[in-house]
């Protein structure tokens, strides 16, 4: 099994020069393990919850106590028969479960119920975007396994002898996702992590929330002279749960490497952990092989069978995928590339657009006040979209109440702010507070009049020539009626009366 990492002295270079590093080429893979989103664990009832009192949601299957069988979730296959389609994978007919055999605390039949040499789908790619190039990453593998306890480490008297041991995600359902070793940067890795977890909460298939641990990232990182096709050797970073550690964890370990090499080193395939304190990675242990797990058929589970009419159910329920939606808003709505990439950022943001769309029946103004002053609002309150106090309802009518002539654009961010606070909708408000735009002439031709008598200079302008001027004048009028004149009315008693 797996041993410490042997000593060795390794020559790293304190600062490594952008000449030097221009020489190596990093060559990057990502294990991506995500949670599946199913109401019990994989082989067992027991709730998956976040946030459960320790060890409240086990049984004898996932404490692995004598005599205890697996029965295989059927939902949790489903949806990673949905993630495979998503990626492009090649959904394999027959797979089949392993024993994966190691030694660890949290662990507690002594292996872990995974998949090995017949994973459920192989064979498919990921698209990501850098710097407005495109580039498709390939994925080798997807296949099912459950996850290992949590070991917990601090916060505990015992903390500095003890480990702690929650046994509630033994046994979650996880999908590992394995990319082909394609990345050449951390920025490439970082696209290539933010995309997937755009394309898994598309298809509905997990909530990727890396700080539940429902995904999380293993990174195999190498480093070789640039034009050479022999790959480095592989160095192992695990369980990095931030898209921001992951990107930091890489751009140590590739310095380190060009840094170990170039002083006369040699790198040692080792498993490393990234320390955020310190800003590095610190080895863990040798990294091992697929032999000193000893992987062997799991004996009390059938091969898994994947029938064609069960994929064609699977398929005709595929939710909308975010290039998909991307397409469609541009054609549809006729909005910018940026605009549809902002919009369809996360499945709820592309939601809510397309609900105030429809009710304001303005898609254009729909998406400037969702990208705009909702979400000005909302960052100020360090709230997301999905936990609006607007409801997309309630801001389509706000829209709609400006298209109407209901209201002025002005009178509209002032209402806003008042809809995130109290919930209500636009109309309500207006009503309540008097903001109706006004746009009978009688009552806006008092206003009209005491403004053209309060600046006499400026009408001596007008009426010599300066039509520029109408602008001030009607910006004073909207002062004085507190924004809500209406703007074209004003406009009209102005000019009849400055003839």
Known sequence: MAKPAPATSRIVTSRITAEVAAAYEPVIGLEVHTQLKTATKIFCGCATRFGDPPNSNTCPVCLGLPGALPVLNKRAVELALRASLALH?????????????????????????????????????????????????????????????????????????????????????????????????????????????????????????????????????????????????????????????????????????????????????????????????????????????????????????????????????????????????????????????????????????????????????????????????????GTEIIESPVSAENLGGLIKLIAQGKISGKIAKEILPKMLSSGDAADVIAEREGLHQISDTGALEKIVDEVIAANPKQVEQYRGGKQTVIAFLVGQVMKASRGQADPAAVNTLLKGKLV
């Open 89 to 381: 994978l090649k959904v394999q007919e027959s797979s089949r479960f392993a024993r994966k055999n190691y030694f660890y605390p949290d662990l507690p039949k002594g292996y872990q119920i995974s998949m090995y040499e017949l994973p459920l789908a192989t064979g498919g790619w990921l698209e990501i975007e850098r710097e407005g190039a495109h580039k498709r990453i390939g994925i080798t593998r997807l296949h099912l396994e459950e996850d290992a306890a949590k070991g917990m480490h601090e916060g505990f008297p015992e903390s500095g002898t003890k480990t702690y041991i929650d046994y509630n995600r033994s046994g979650m359902p996880l999908a590992e996702i394995v990319s082909e070793p394609d990345l050449r940067s951390p920025a490439e890795a970082y696209a290539y992590l933010t995309t997937l977890k755009q394309v898994l909460e598309y298809a509905q298939v997990s909530d990727c929330n890396m700080e539940e641990g429902s995904l999380r990232c293993d990174a195999n990182v190498s480093v070789r002279p640039r034009g050479t096709e022999a790959f480095g050797t592989k160095v192992e970073v695990k369980n990095l749960n931030s898209f921001r550690y992951l990107q930091k964890a890489l751009e140590f370990e590739i310095e380190r490497h060009i840094g170990v090499l170039e002083g006369g080193g040699k790198i040692i395939q080792e498993t490393r952990l990234w320390n955020v304190a310190a800003g590095r990675t610190a080895a863990m242990r040798s990294k091992e092989f697929a032999h000193d797990y000893r992987y062997f058929p799991e004996p009390d589970l059938v091969p898994l069978r994947v029938s064609e009419s069960w994929m064609a159910r699977i398929r005709s329920d595929m939710p909308e995928l975010p290039a998909a939606r991307r397409e469609r808003f541009i054609e549809q709505y006729a909005l910018t590339e940026y605009n549809a990439d902002v919009l369809t950022a996360t499945r709820v943001t592309g939601d809510y657009f397309e609900k105030t769309a429809a009710v304001s029946g303005d898609a254009r103004a729909a998406a400037n006040w969702v990208m705009g002053d909702l979400a000005a609002l909302l960052k100020e309150q």
